[in-house]
T-cell receptor, first 109, second 118 residues
Framework: GQNIDQPTEMTATEGAIVQINCTYQTSGFNGLFWYQQHAGEAPTFLSYNVLDGLEEKGRFSSFLSRSKGYSYLLLKELQMKDSASYLCAVMDSNYQLIWGAGTKLIIKP | GAVVSQHPSRVICKSGTSVKIECRSLDFQATTMFWYRQFPKQSLMLMATSNEGSKATYEQGVEKDKFLINHASLTLSTLTVTSAHPEDSSFYIC??????????????FGPGTRLTVL
């Protein structure tokens, strides 16, 4: 079956760095998405990786290794507003999105 | 874990026809289901929120007469795109929020339905 795994919850300190991992097993691969979702709001697009490597966008970076079925989202210089759920989703060979359950990130002062 | 399915996964229709998309929570009951529209590499745009047994709440700018939502049971919500036009072509995603037990704030997302209107 298809599966996306990411940690349920992580805690980090304001100003620090945190890495949220995502591993996947899907039938085919057409890209991996990271979204940020604050409680009660729609998911906000953060990144899309389809080739191996690191993509940096400001304080957020996303890494992909297709051979390992692995991605991570790296958040630097954490701010309190970064407290949210982070969703990993993979688009399979049928262009369907397979979603992880999300990682709830708690930022402490 | 909780599973949400959508049917169909993709649909191609002619302009002017209506298309129904189903969203089902397979192993849990959902008090609330959400319908989103996604454009490539962009954030999910919330279209409407539906609660079982009551009328859906539509976001500003979303035509309720064009996008009909029916949340008939705790496991099924449907989105009907009426008189579809090419500009309605998009990827529609639903999510469901659990009734009780565990984290009731967690939304579980469906795999999406790709609609193409010719």
């Amino acid at each position: 079956g298809q599966n996306i795994d990411q940690p349920t919850e992580m805690t980090a300190t304001e100003g620090a760095i945190v890495q949220i991992n995502c591993t996947y097993q899907t039938s085919g691969f057409n890209g991996l998405f990271w979204y940020q979702q604050h409680a009660g709001e729609a998911p906000t697009f953060l990144s899309y990786n389809v080739l191996d490597g690191l993509e940096e966008k400001g304080r957020f970076s996303s890494f992909l290794s297709r051979s390992k079925g692995y991605s991570y989202l790296l958040l630097k210089e954490l701010q309190m507003k970064d407290s949210a759920s982070y969703l990993c989703a993979v688009m399979d060979s049928n262009y369907q999105l397979i979603w992880g359950a999300g990682t709830k990130l708690i930022i402490k002062p | 874990g909780a599973v949400v399915s959508q049917h169909p996964s993709r649909v191609i229709c002619k302009s002017g026809t209506s298309v129904k998309i189903e969203c089902r929570s397979l192993d849990f009951q959902a008090t609330t289901m959400f319908w989103y529209r996604q454009f490539p590499k962009q954030s999910l745009m919330l279209m409407a929120t539906s609660n079982e047994g009551s009328k859906a709440t539509y976001e500003q700018g979303v035509e309720k007469d064009k996008f009909l939502i029916n949340h008939a049971s705790l496991t099924l919500s449907t989105l009907t795109v009426t008189s579809a036009h090419p500009e309605d072509s998009s990827f529609y995603i639903c999510s469901a929020r659990a009734l009780s037990g565990g984290d009731t704030d967690t939304q579980y997302f469906g795999p999406g339905t790709r609609l193409t209107v010719l």
